[in-house]
């Protein structure tokens, strides 16, 4: 093991697509960098501005969310409103200073375990440029 | 401007018009907000400074949705009253609104550019073509490292008093997530970087209607409105969304793809 410096990544998947995508990769035994730590949810709608907030606070060096591609929606239009939550928070974190690189929104499909891998690659590459959260140094100890 | 304002109370009490009117009185040398009925002598009325009596007519309106009251009402009002329509908390039918114009030194103030309401008998003057200039120029031009520095600096003010929620037009929700342990622990102060803050202007996008309450409330003086104002401006660039629009409903709460 090196000692190089490693992102922390707050991974929040949808369980009809992007979980299944990821397990895919899994059952596929493709090789995908392990800095996201997945949490499941039953639609990347489910997933709101303070959960997003919470994980920057608490020292995620980057958030990911995986949802359906559009029109795939298990809950029909779920994804669309995932899109434009996840657009403005943007805008909102670089107002704050966080870059906006940070927070990423990707389709994935329950059969593309490929580009799951080949995604978590290029999010690890991204935020190992940017390196560690701003807000590391100032998170306090939560929860 | 005061005594026009006076003449059309008058009038619209003693027709029976409308039952109350909320407005500005002078207590002592002070301004309150008050309610004046048929009657009362309205000697005392004031126009300014502004306040939030959008919350008022709204709080009235649920205690008895038949009373029909009248309302003194400034551009930033009347937004208020119209975002508070959309989400059902007041009827618009029920409220007869005194529209009064805003001067260019207040409207400069608090960088609004539509300091008037929509209503045809207008008392004042409309200001049209104001120039407003780019406020946040100097922000605009800070890296992004700066921004962080900036805002720890303010946000290390808040005492989490609550006072921007609580004078807010827009803030009506039951529940509200600024007080949620899961987000916000009790007793930490100040609130740990940058939740309540963020969380708070990410609720108010697409419903700010840029009164400026929030920051003339705040005892820290935080500048709140900045964050208020650039996500307007990004509601629009994003969304084409212009809050106090009367038929359309914000973005956020719609399944349309953008």
Not at chain 1, 29 to 57: D, G, L, T, W
Not at chain 2, 120 to 133: H, N, V
Request: proline residues 4%; glycine residues 6%.
């Amino acid at each position: 093991m090196s000692d190089e410096w490693e992102p922390k990544i707050v991974g929040f998947l949808c369980n009809w697509c992007c979980y299944a995508g990821a397990d895919m990769a899994g059952t596929s035994r493709m090789h995908y960098p392990a800095n996201i730590r997945v949490i499941r949810v039953m639609c990347s709608s489910r997933i709101n501005a303070e959960m997003i907030i919470k994980a920057f606070q608490t020292g995620a060096d980057a958030v990911f969310i995986g949802g359906c591609h559009p029109g795939d929606c298990h809950y029909v239009d779920g994804n669309y409103r995932t899109k434009k939550r996840i657009d403005l928070l943007k805008r909102l974190i670089e107002h704050i200073g966080i870059e906006p690189e940070r927070l990423r929104l990707e389709w994935i499909s329950a059969a593309e375990g490929e580009e799951f891998a080949k995604t978590m690659k290029e999010l690890r590459d991204d935020i190992k440029k940017l390196g560690p959260s701003p807000l590391r140094e100032i998170a306090r100890e939560a929860i | 401007m005061e005594d026009e304002v006076r003449k059309r109370i008058a009038e619209m009490l003693d027709s029976g018009e409308v039952t109350a009117v909320i407005a500005l009185k002078d207590v002592l040398g002070m301004t309150t907000p008050c309610v004046f009925k048929k009657g009362d002598d309205l000697s005392s009325l004031r126009l300014s400074p502004h306040y939030p009596l959008a919350t008022l007519a709204m709080k009235m309106h649920k205690m008895d949705p038949e009373y029909k009251i009248a309302i003194l009402c400034r551009g930033c009002d009347e937004r208020a009253l119209l975002e508070m329509a959309k989400r059902n908390q007041i009827d618009m039918d029920k409220l007869s609104i005194i529209g009064i114009a805003c001067d260019e030194e207040t409207a400069k103030d608090c960088n609004c550019s539509v300091p008037y309401p929509s209503c045809e008998d207008l008392i004042g003057e409309k200001l049209e073509e104001l120039e407003l200039g780019d406020a946040f120029e100097d922000y605009k031009r800070m890296s992004t490292a700066e921004k962080l520095e900036f805002w720890k600096k303010q946000f290390e003010k808040c005492n989490k008093c609550y006072g921007c929620r609580n004078i807010c037009q827009m803030c009506f929700c039951k529940d509200c997530e600024l007080e949620n342990e899961l987000w916000l622990k009790k007793g930490r102060l100040p609130p740990d970087f940058p939740v309540y803050h963020l969380i708070r202007a990410f609720h108010l996008a697409g419903k700010c209607v840029g009164c400026g309450e929030c920051e003339s409330a705040c005892p820290a003086g935080i500048p709140l409105m900045t964050i208020n104002r650039l996500l307007r401006d990004d509601m629009k660039e994003l969304f084409d969304y212009v809050v106090g629009n009367t038929e359309e409903v914000n973005p956020l709460y719609t399944k349309e793809e953008f």
